[in-house]
């Protein structure tokens, strides 16, 4: 029989921060939400408690986890700065913008996954704020879903996936972005590299740092290679459902495709729309597309579809659309 799901939702009452913080003093793993999506956080310097959140998500340990400070004056405690992450953290943070640096001897291997790098963000959700401060302690923190699942955008989808492994989860609302941060490495600032796009752009990074901003993104066959991106596997954010991705749908190609088969679009299409077909926002902001993307797959990977097709937001790879078409491709890999 399957287990019943035993973790605690809790409002961020000043109580229960109190209560997950001294939790999370104590080595224990928490739920927590932050604006890119909902994290499992732990004592980043506790490499008992980083352990439990692999266990918990079943997690490969060389997938190395994102430390999350309550400031960029925290920042010296875990890394070794330069003046473009400054530059960059200065911009950026509170926000959803992760630098990957050479980490210092205090952040334990398993964060790392062994790595001499740590990467770091200090986030800007109100409530995950108030926790690091009462913490006192950076928090590791990777996305709160069972390892190969869609990111959770909600308490709920939280409790979903970990409910039966983890004992709280802090409730703070949907996430406003809704898809993970970016993550450039500034090992060497004269080479800024973007390991994952999100909601801070590529076109922003560069424009903040004045020189170009190296990404290689991977079309579905492709295999990064592990070393350079540990992690970014290209399967990941997967729906159970099958989904194929499309440069261009189109209301008439969902008409002639099986009933069982979903279409999602970005905007709503003209016309009359049969049941099957789907869009993230009425009018295709691209904002509003990628907050809702995450919580969409997963409604619709429990409708008992046989295949999802999904829209590709724009074929060119710029600005917010580049960070939803990289989720979808990751979630379309075989
Ligand atoms: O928005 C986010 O980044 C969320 C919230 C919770 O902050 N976190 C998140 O973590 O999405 P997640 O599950 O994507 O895992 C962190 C990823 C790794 O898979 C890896 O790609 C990258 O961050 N990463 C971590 N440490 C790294 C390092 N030292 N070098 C290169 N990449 C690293
Ligand atoms: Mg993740």
Redesign the pocket.
């Known amino acids: 029989m399957p287990r019943k799901p035993t973790a605690r939702v809790l409002k961020g009452t000043p109580r229960n921060l109190e209560l997950l913080a001294s939790r999370l003093r104590a080595g224990d793993i928490v739920g927590v939400p932050?604006e890119?999506?909902y994290?499992l956080a732990a004592d980043a310097l506790n490499p008992n408690a980083c352990r439990k959140i692999f266990e918990a998500k079943g997690r490969p340990v060389s997938?190395?986890?994102?430390v999350?400070l309550h400031s960029l004056r925290d920042l010296a405690n875990v890394a070794v700065a330069n003046s473009a992450a400054l530059k960059l953290a200065e911009t950026f943070w509170p926000g959803?913008l992760?630098l990957?640096l050479p980490k210092l001897e205090v952040v334990p291997s398993i964060v790392?996954a062994g790595?001499p790098?740590?990467?770091v963000?200090v986030?800007a959700h109100p409530l995950f704020r108030r926790l690091l401060k009462l913490v006192g302690r950076p928090l590791a923190?990777?996305?709160a879903n069972p390892f190969g699942y869609i990111?959770p955008t909600t308490a709920e989808h939280v409790r979903s996936g970990l409910g039966t492994k983890i004992r709280y989860i802090l409730d703070g609302g949907a996430s406003g972005i809704g898809l993970?941060?970016t993550?450039v490495?500034l090992r060497n600032p004269a080479k800024p590299r973007l390991?994952?796009p999100g909601a801070i752009t590529r076109e922003q990074l560069a424009e903040t740092l004045g020189c170009a901003i190296a990404w290689h993104p991977r079309r579905s066959g492709q295999i990064a290679k592990p070393q350079l991106?540990?992690?970014?596997l290209l399967r990941h954010y997967s729906p159970l459902t099958p989904l194929v991705i499309h440069t261009r749908a189109s209301v008439a190609l969902a008409a002639r495709s099986a009933p069982k088969e979903a279409w999602l679009f970005i905007s709503k299409p003209a016309g009359k729309l049969s049941k099957n077909i789907y869009w993230l926002d009425r009018s295709g902001n691209l904002r509003a597309a990628a907050r809702r993307l995450f919580a969409q797959l997963r409604s619709l990977d429990t409708k008992g579809y046989s295949k999802i097709h999904a829209e590709l937001a724009g074929a060119n790879e710029t600005g917010p659309a580049a960070a939803i078409n990289d989720r979808l491709r990751r979630a379309a890999a075989k």
């Open positions: 932050t890119t999506v994290g997938d190395p986890l994102i999350h959803p992760t990957v790392s790595l790098s740590v990467a963000r986030p923190a990777p996305s990111s993970e941060s993550i490495d390991l994952r991106a540990p992690g970014s």
